[in-house]
């Protein structure tokens, strides 16, 4: 029911957000890891609670339906799971509970209410990006520099969450399609240097230098010689010009890539094969096999996606960090259904 593989996802969420705000992680950065996974696995429990009885007809091997689980035992668990994952964001500051509040709704709304209409993708998506900005609220106080990473993941998920409407009965290609378009226009824009308030560049992060004008090269001075009056009253004398021509300037030297540029690149791609590949194939053939299969893809390539935002602000370690996650949730996915 609490769905282990995907739990791989959530602690990404804020080390992305701490990594946004240009700060190392902290234990305010273990407390909203912390109250993302039990807000997490609380909206697990309260969705198998709510689709009980489609899951009947559809699922019937999952938990609820299958009598492993009672239903009030999933209710409680998830209202359980909600309370220890706010007071958590409590101990982590007054702004990280300001954001966890709000993502506590979203997921029980979700659950609840949304889940099947066309708010549902949306909310899944508001509560993947607020589950980012818990991080930076716990890590800085504010959330305002991890504004952009918390757009790009919730977009992310926005397209997984419209996939996954069909994952049990398939047959429109159109979902995984838009998914695999909103997949390459985010490495796209992960793989970009960053900028803007909030980022690398105006953070003095390793990686980035501050912009000078460029200094002329004495290889290139020229000399004038001003004409003088001749001392003699009769003779004009011609204006000269003299050209000092010294050594030719040096080729410059190639610009050496930023610190990290190399690892974002390849988070980046890693994130556009895990994510993309199974949307293509869903495209090709809009199976429900291959549209589950799309949407598990869909899920495991937030690991590479947060690594590649955190690298792409300049925290190296922490985006290695995150990555180290993704090969877990891929052993793990193998023995345990990601959706």
């Known amino acids: 029911m609490l769905r282990l593989p995907a739990l791989f996802t959530v602690p990404g969420d804020a080390l992305t957000g701490a990594a946004a705000m240009g700060a190392r992680p902290n234990s305010r950065t ?31 091997h ?4 299958s009598g492993r689980i009672r239903p009030g035992a999933a209710l409680a668990a998830a209202g359980a799971l909600t309370a220890v994952g706010l007071a958590l964001a409590a101990r982590a500051g007054r702004p990280a509970l300001a954001v966890a509040a709000p993502l506590a709704a979203t ?3 979700y659950d609840l209410g949304l889940k099947h209409t066309p708010a549902g993708p ?9 589950d980012l900005l818990l991080g930076a609220a716990a890590t800085k106080g504010r959330t305002r520099e991890a504004l952009p990473s918390a757009a790009l993941l919730g977009a992310h998920t926005l397209a997984v969450t419209t996939v996954s409407r069909d994952e049990t ?3 429109r290609p159109l979902a995984p399609l838009a998914a695999l378009a909103a997949t390459a226009l985010l490495t796209h824009l992960t793989t970009r240097p960053p900028a803007g308030p909030g980022e690398a560049a105006t953070r003095g992060l390793p990686g ?24 003699t009253p009769h003779t004009t004398a011609s204006p000269r010009l003299r050209l000092t021509a010294l050594s030719p300037p040096s080729s410059p030297h190639p610009t050496p890539l930023p610190p990290g ?32 299969r799309a949407v598990g893809g869909g899920i495991r390539a937030m690991i590479p996606l947060q690594a590649a935002l955190s690298a792409r602000s300049g925290a ?10 993704g090969p877990l949730a891929a052993r793990f996915a193998k023995k345990v259904s990601v959706t």
């Open 107 to 109: 997921v029980w709304a």
């Open 208 to 231: 980035t230098t501050p912009h000078t004008a460029p200094t002329p090269s004495p290889s290139t001075a020229v000399t004038t010689s001003v004409p003088r009056p001749s001392s």
């Open 169 to 171: 009965q398939g047959g």
């Open 30 to 60: 273990l407390l909203a890891i912390g109250s993302s996974l039990c807000l997490y696995e609380a909206g697990m429990a309260l969705n198998d609670w709510a689709d009980r009885e489609e899951d009947a007809a559809e699922r019937p």
């Open 62 to 65: 999952r938990p609820i339906p």
């Open 316 to 325: 190296n370690l922490t985006a290695l960090a995150i990555a180290a996650l």
């Open 261 to 292: 540029t190399t690892l974002r690149t390849a988070l980046a791609l890693l994130y556009a094969s895990t994510a993309g590949r199974p949307y293509l194939h869903a495209t090709l053939n809009p199976s429900p096999p291959l549209t589950q």
């Open 122 to 130: 949306v909310a899944m998506a508001g509560a993947r990006t607020l």
